[in-house]
């Protein structure tokens, strides 16, 4: 990646990121969305009204309001507001449904939820209607974006605010309220070692201050940057995306939803000159235009591998003037925590990892079997420092010990190698993890609902890799010899979970393979996406 010299107005918090920009360049576009731009000063004038509405519904420091929105102007205007309240945004994939939308609720005690009827033809208000009441004991208000629409009886009882309403409280100026860069403000869902997800929790501080990092190193600064969002902003991929544009103090060009020909059009009205998405986006991307060299904007573009089926992704990339580097990062130390240079050959640059964007972060490797630190080159644990890392997983004081070492590292679960000059190799998951369309996802939470039904004694859940895409794929041991009724399960599924946590297929097995260990037999995931692989060839 390019690096240029920084000329940004650094703030030490989310909100006075925001502040710094609107003072520097008030009429600049800061957002440019449906080709209309929303200047800097609008959007502080829209998240200071945002606050203030935000305040009248009892919202203030500390308080959590769950954004379920997709990539529009009010996702932000509302992360934003937050911020100058020093209240939390909780990110809320809109892909869930009422299982995942009910838990992240309640555990997280969400006062306000924000959603928009109709994006997608999804209707998010009957999703809320078939949640359990109890499940939305604290939540005071739903604001809604887009066209009003009818309220089903059972949220009746929630208050209803539209977004206009809520933006509708004059003054330009942000009410007080806790904006130091130790407020915490963001809340990611991850998957943890048990059904429900966790929740990182992160700081202002942390949040704006590896913004600005990665605006500097990746060479956001350039004057002619410009940044298409492809991915969700509720994934910490997308959303670091977005704060490092807002760092640099140039224009994000959202995209409502990942759709090719939409993705396609942007990069020519826009010329931007930087992208993020995974390997499967980039196929699509480059399988859809003929033109010798089709991105000519693009000085790099960061990549994750999701798919092995798409193994040489970087090669062919290349070949059409399309520079890929390998990336790392999850939620607990954000996305964007590394990245390899462009500088180096394509045979570098498609693996996972890279050097880290702070100078102040480091990784080592640990044998997770002995516990002894490794040196250079030697498989092991990867743990990650550094100023990016989470406060702690929100409501779990256990969970956050179990995943930090005495002097600070996060064990991050995945398996990999250090280099001699700091950067270093990202091989896999250690853990049964899986990796769907870019999110992960623990098999619990497809195992668990599958396993509701009556006719389903056990379930096992593995990731396959398909030509689509990496999708998920379930196997069932039938209840006292009961039948199985494979459309009916992934009906079940499809109703109350994500689409891209619904099993692709469902098969029936007598036992699951096994492996001896000292916490009692193991599942073979990998013996297991074998089977899938064999069936769906037969």
């Known amino acids: 990646m390019s690096r240029s010299p920084a000329r940004m107005a650094i703030a030490g918090d989310i909100a006075g990121m925001l502040a710094a920009n609107a003072q520097r360049q008030p009429q600049a576009p800061a957002l440019i969305h449906r080709d209309a731009p929303i200047s800097w000063s609008e959007l502080a004038n829209q998240a200071a009204r945002a606050a203030h509405g935000l305040r009248a519904l009892g919202v203030g420091a500390g308080d959590r309001v769950a954004i379920w929105l997709p990539n529009v102007p009010q996702w932000f205007i509302l992360y934003f507001a937050c911020a100058q309240l020093g209240a939390i945004a909780v990110a809320v994939n809109t892909r869930f449904r009422s299982v995942e939308v009910a838990d992240i609720v309640q555990r997280s005690g969400a006062k306000v939820l924000a959603c928009m009827p109709g994006f997608r033809r999804i209707d998010f208000l009957a999703i809320l209607a078939d949640i359990d009441p109890a499940a939305l004991s604290d939540l005071a208000a739903v604001v809604t974006v887009g066209d009003p629409v009818s309220v089903p009886g059972a949220i009746e009882r929630l208050r209803r605010v539209e977004w206009n309403d809520l933006v509708a409280h004059s003054g330009d100026t942000a009410p007080a309220g806790t904006t130091l860069s130790s407020a915490p403000c963001n809340i990611f869902t991850t998957s943890g070692t048990t059904k429900a997800p966790k929740f990182v929790l992160h700081r202002q501080g942390a949040i704006a201050a590896h913004a600005y990092r990665v605006a500097r190193q990746f060479g956001f600064t350039a004057d002619d940057t410009v940044s298409l969002a492809m991915l969700p902003h509720c994934g910490v991929y997308g959303f670091c995306q977005a704060m490092a544009t807002f760092a640099a103090g140039k224009p994000l060009v959202l995209m409502e ?187 619990l939470e497809i195992e668990s609902h599958i396993q509701q039904d009556d006719s389903v004694a056990a379930c096992a859940a593995v990731a396959v890799p398909v030509p689509e895409g990496t999708k998920a794929v379930a196997f069932v041991i039938p209840s006292n010899g009961r039948a199985i009724d494979e459309a009916a399960l992934i009906a079940h599924c499809r109703q109350h979970l994500a689409n891209y946590k619904v099993p692709m297929r469902i098969f029936t097995i007598d036992d699951f393979p096994t492996t001896p260990s000292p916490n009692g037999p193991k599942i073979q995931r990998v013996r297991l996406r074998d089977i899938a692989i064999e069936r769906m060839r037969s």
Request: aromatic share 10%; charged share 20%.
């Open 257 to 443: 939803a990942m759709d090719i020909a939409e993705a396609l059009a942007a990069i020519e009205r826009y010329r931007p000159t930087t992208l993020f998405g995974g390997d499967d986006i980039y196929q699509r991307l480059l399988e859809a235009t003929s033109a010798e060299v089709p991105f000519p904007s693009v000085k790099w573009a960061g990549y994750a591998a999701f798919n092995p089926a798409l193994a040489d992704i970087v090669e062919r990339a290349e070949r059409r003037g399309l520079i890929l580097c390998g990336l790392y990062g999850m939620s607990e130390v954000q996305a964007l925590y590394a990245a390899w240079p462009t500088s180096l050959p394509a045979t570098i640059r498609k693996l996972g990892g890279g050097m880290p964007t702070s100078a102040l972060a480091h990784v080592r490797t640990r044998d997770p079997e002995t516990g002894a630190l490794l040196p250079a080159g030697q498989n092991g644990e990867l743990e990650c420092m550094g100023p990016s890392r989470m406060i702690g997983y929100y409501g779990d004081d256990a969970a956050t010990r179990a995943a930090l070492t005495e002097d600070g590292y996060l064990r991050t679960g995945d398996l990999g190698y250090v280099n001699e000059d700091g950067s270093f190799v990202f091989l896999s998951r250690i853990g049964d993890v899986l990796r769907l369309s870019g999110f992960l996802v623990n098999p």
